[in-house]
């Protein structure tokens, strides 16, 4: 709350890290790590990927909580997969299903389950999901059904290193890019490139290169525009070039043509 009423004082949303929980440990009703919204934080401003990224799921049977659209629009926001919510799965069986999330209470000796045990698929409760965010850190194995733990331990292993291969591409210096980094011109931050506009067109021969984020332009803008972008400064330039303004000719030089 702190931080959308300082947000709302100064016209633009304000870095969140001063507003952020950093304590350790579960929070008092044991529901929160308090580090969980840090950590996942940090990793979509550094790698642009949410918690579930590269993440594939199938739902069987009745997910009560969280409800399935809840479910659908977490794994969507975090940048994971829901292949499927009701049977048929064959198409999906031997695709690399990471998890099948399967309702409480379902028999293992029903015709879907022993598919999923068949192709060594984890079964989980959606709380798995639930707490693999909200509890980062803290074993999941109380969540893991008909004894698949090793394979839920495959998975997660598996998605923990495909994050580490992005972290270590992103950490590799780039010997192409210039020693100095974008920053934004009206704020100085060189954070959150993905709405770092910068003053150029497409081939790099026009605009002079400065950087601005998109709430930091004046008005602020609400997306990245599809089009080139130039800073204001580049723009009057540009628009006086496409749009001269026709000088009077002299009494002497009107007299010389007649």
Known sequence: MDYLTA???EGKFLAEEPYEWHKNGLSEDGAINMEAPRKWRLLKEKTGHGAFYGMRIVVYGDCIAPPLETLKRVIKAGDGTILATSPPYTRFLGTGIDYAVVSPGMPRVDMWVQEFL???IPCVVADYLVEYVCKAGFSLERHVLYGTHAWAERSFDELKSRAEEIDEELDAPDASSDDDDVVCQVCGSGDRGDVMLICSDESGSLGCGV???IDCCDPPLTDVPEEDWFCSKCSTTRNSANN????????LSSS???
């Open 118 to 120: 068949k192709h060594e």
């Open 211 to 213: 950087g601005t984020h």
């Open 256 to 258: 010389m043509t007649k």
């Open 7 to 9: 947000s709302s004082q």
């Open 244 to 251: 001269p303004i026709k000088k009077k000719k002299s009494f």
